[in-house]
């Protein structure tokens, strides 16, 4: 998670790879992004999440903001958030049984 990455020319490391996309896409997408419920997300929550992983295209699974315990995913090709029923204490008891 501590390893460096290059996300729009800015490195970053992989735990804050948000930081990377909310940059470039306040720029396009203007101050706020909106999760599949309509919940607006301003880019500064957004570069402040701590992103926990990756799958082979690209979207991110990141900690809620909000609360500190819902993972959320990025998906980077269309900015957008969606919030899934899982939690942090869920997945980590999934993994560590």
């Known amino acids: 998670m501590i390893e460096l990455t290059n996300i729009n020319d800015m490195e970053v490391s992989e735990v804050r790879a948000l930081k990377a996309y909310a940059n470039t896409l306040k ?41 500190s315990k819902t993972l959320c995913i990025f998906r980077h090709d269309d900015a957008s958030i969606f919030k899934t029923k899982v939690t942090l204490y869920k997945l980590i008891k999934a993994y560590s049984e």
């Open 27 to 67: 720029d396009v997408l203007g101050p706020t992004v909106y999760d599949q419920k309509g919940h607006g997300w301003s880019m500064l929550m957004l570069s402040a999440s701590l992103t926990i992983g990756k799958n082979t295209e690209g979207d991110l699974l990141f900690l809620d903001r909000h609360n």
